[in-house]
């Protein structure tokens, strides 16, 4: 992939157990609320999942409304990851599908 692709909420439910998603809002946010097993990616973090994680491993971005997950799944590619989404609508549209949360900060 050159360029990050989209992916909806229905999809990315679907395929949870075989991506990694991460999560860039920030801290409180995500503590109030993620999709379960979310990687919760900041600045301090990054590093430490791009250690950790295949580049080879689908990766699918979550932000508030779908817009700054775009320019972090650019950045995610540039990186050398190979297949990443931004997924649409964010987690509010997550939250709106009434599909699972997890709360508290990661682990």
Not at 79 to 104: C, K, N
Request: with cysteine; proline share 4%.
């Amino acid at each position: 992939m050159e360029q990050f692709a989209h992916i909806s909420v229905e999809q990315t439910q679907a395929q949870l157990r075989d991506v990694a998603v991460v999560d860039i809002r920030d801290e409180q946010s995500f503590a109030a609320g993620h999709i379960p097993g979310a990687y919760h990616l900041t600045n301090g973090t990054l590093q430490g999942f791009m250690d950790k994680t295949d580049p080879e491993q689908k990766v699918v971005v979550v932000c508030y409304h779908g817009i700054s997950s775009q320019q972090a799944a650019q950045y995610l590619l540039h990186q050398g990851f190979e297949e990443v989404y931004s997924m649409d609508g964010g987690f509010e549209a997550w939250r709106r599908s009434e599909l699972p949360v997890e709360t508290g900060p990661q682990d």
